[in-house]
Every structure is written in C-alpha cells, then in structure tokens.
C-alpha cells in the first residue's frame, strides 16, 4: 500500500475547499447578523421604543424554524450552515491525511469552532443571555478568519520583520471585535442616540464592572422588550472609545510602514482603507437611526478588517522598532 503522507497533496482541490468555505462562512456571517438584529426589530419606526424585542426565541428550541418575517433566510442558514460544516470536516480530514505537507492545526480548529456553533445554535437559542449571542457572534468571525488564515498559509509566504505596532493593532482589533460584538448581544444600538453622548448616564463608574460581567442577564418589561439602563451606554461608548483608540494605532503604524518598512506598505494601506470604511459606516448607523443593512454590513466589514490585518501580520517577525 502507498504510504499517503508520502504522496503529493492535491492542492488545488484544497484550496479549493478552502475558499467555498470561506464564502459560505461570509454568507453564515450575513445572514445571522441580519436574521438576529432584523428579528429584534433595529432600524424599525418608531426608532427606538420598537427595539430590542427579544420574546419569540426565547421558546423555540431544537431544529424547528420559527414563523417570523425571516424565515427563508433562517431556512437559508440552516442549509448553508450544514454544507459548510461537511466542507470542514472534509477540509479537517484532508489535513489529517496529507499532514506531512498540511498542518492540520487550522482545519482542526475550524471544524471546533463549526462543533461549538452547531451545539450553540441549538441547544441555547436565548437571547436574553449575552454570553450565548457573544459566542454565536465571535464563533462566526473567527471561524472566517481561521479559514481566512488557511488559505494565507496554503499560498506560502516567506517570513519578514515588522515593527512591533502591528501586534498591538492586532490586540486592539481584536478586543474591538469583541466589543462590537458585546454591545449587539446586549442590543445597545439605541442607547447613545448621537456620537458623544448617550441616554442613560447616571453612576457611570459603579456600573463599569456590572456591564462587562459576562454572566449577566438581560433585564426584560412584560413584553419582553429590554429595558435600556446604564450598562447600556457603558458597553455601547466604550464600543467607540476603543475605535478611536484603533484609529490611533493605525496611523502610527501607517506611519511608521511607511517610514521604516515599505515592503508591508499595501497590506498596511488596506488595513487603513477598510477600517476607515467600517469607521464611517459605524457613525453613520448611529446618525441615520441604526438601519438593519448597514448595519449587517457593519459586521461583515469587521469580518473583512479581519481579513486585512490577518493579510498583513501573517509570516511577519516582530521587531522592537
Ligand atoms: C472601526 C472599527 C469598528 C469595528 C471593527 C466594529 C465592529 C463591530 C462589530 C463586530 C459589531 C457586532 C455586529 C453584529 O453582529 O451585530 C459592531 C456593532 C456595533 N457597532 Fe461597531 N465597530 C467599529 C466601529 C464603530 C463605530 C465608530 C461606531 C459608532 C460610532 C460603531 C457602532 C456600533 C453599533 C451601534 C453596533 C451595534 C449595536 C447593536 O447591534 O445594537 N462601531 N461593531
């Protein structure tokens, strides 16, 4: 018998796998986040006492689709999500057959991330519990970006030096992902109605803690609809707090690619590109009453700042300039 770890990988096909999977997790991405914030009534009239209605989930669950305005996009998600769980797990044992040439790190990892979506999804659909939404959310966007990462990999690049910025730029991006998606799970969109100031503002600093407790509970009225309060405003400014922070970081990074690493100046320039872009659209959300698709668009632009930044840091040796 041929030992297979010996044998050339077909790497096409791999690579192929690769990207249907990575547009199917995009597709997974889109229709969650719409399904989610367009089920909780976002961008509905009268903005915003129409928001936030978090009752109908809360009874169903297993694999039965609730009769809502979305369920052919729920169905959608359903359908897709299956396929791509078997494109993983394909991807997953490929990997495992030729890892003489494919590390099988990343496609263990996604076909995690796939098992840990799938349980999510159906044993807890409750949306009164943040920690529950926060998983769904952050488990979509790191799923595409471990895909994301693969298909980097696969494309073989050699290792270069890059100046110590970037890494911070990737801590930051990374707690501002979280942070967006902490402020949806907790569906915070209308609780700083303008940029710089927000409806609830009392005992700021008592609440802090309170907020980012991750074991909270949403604090619902007879109708289930959420009761705004103060960790509201908390969870939702420091949202933009941290983006500006991320802005920040960026242009000394821009500035210092441009100064000390040229070789890194395109990837760094479409970093800059797409999170002035998600910058923008994030305050325009907040001035046009928070619509349901740019909003949706907002998260699949974080997924694609992700993207970006994983283009840049990958293969790249820190240095201490
Ligand atoms: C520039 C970097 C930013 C990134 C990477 C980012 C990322 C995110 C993410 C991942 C979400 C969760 C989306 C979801 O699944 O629903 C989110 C939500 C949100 N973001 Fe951002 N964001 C950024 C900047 C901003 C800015 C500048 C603002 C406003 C000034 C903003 C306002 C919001 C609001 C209002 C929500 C939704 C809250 C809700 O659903 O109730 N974001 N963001």
């Known amino acids: ?27 997974i991405v889109f229709l969650s986040t719409h399904i989610r914030l367009g089920e909780a009534g976002l961008g509905c009239q ?7 209605q978090l009752s109908f989930a809360d009874g169903i669950k297993g ?11 729920r169905a959608m998600h359903r359908h ?26 990343l496609p263990v990892l996604m076909f995690l991330v796939v098992l840990f979506l799938s349980i999510l999804g159906i044993a807890t659909p409750t949306r009164s519990l943040p920690l529950v939404t926060l998983g769904n959310i952050l488990g979509g966007i790191v799923l595409a970006g471990l895909i994301w990462r693969q298909i980097i990999r696969i494309r073989e690049r050699t290792e270069v030096s890059g100046p110590r910025i970037l890494l911070l730029l990737s801590i930051t ?22 940029i710089f100031s927000c409806t609830y503002t009392e005992n700021i600093s008592a609440n802090i803690v309170k907020s980012f407790n991750v074991f909270r509970h949403l604090n619902l009225d007879e109708q289930s609809y959420l009761v705004l309060d103060v960790s509201s405003s908390i969870v939702q400014l420091s949202h933009r ?10 242009l000394v990074g821009l500035w210092t690619v441009k100064a000390r690493h040229p070789e890194l100046l395109k990837p760094m320039y479409i970093v800059t590109g797409v999170f002035i872009a998600e910058f923008a659209l994030g305050v325009f959300n907040v001035l046009a009453d928070m619509p349901l698709w740019t909003n949706t668009l907002h998260n699949l632009l ?20």
């Open 1 to 27: 018998m041929p030992n297979p770890t010996a044998t050339e990988y077909p790497k096409k096909v791999f690579m192929l796998l690769n990207c249907s999977a990575l547009l199917m997790s995009l597709l």
């Open 46 to 52: 009268p903005w915003p006492e129409c928001y936030a």
């Open 63 to 73: 694999l039965q689709i609730p009769e809502t305005a979305f369920k052919t996009f």
């Open 80 to 105: 897709v999500a299956s396929i791509l769980g078997l494109n993983i797990l394909i991807i997953m044992l490929m990997s495992i057959r030729y890892r003489k040439q494919i590390s099988p790190r």
């Open 173 to 194: 991006l990374t707690l501002q992902l979280i942070s967006g998606a902490w402020a949806s799970a907790n569906y915070t969109g209308s609780a700083c109605p303008q």
């Open 241 to 250: 707090v941290i983006a500006v922070i991320l802005l920040l970081i960026i």
């Open 302 to 321: 974080a997924v694609g700042l992700l993207f970006a930044t994983i283009n840049l840091t990958t293969q790249i040796h820190f240095n201490k300039k």
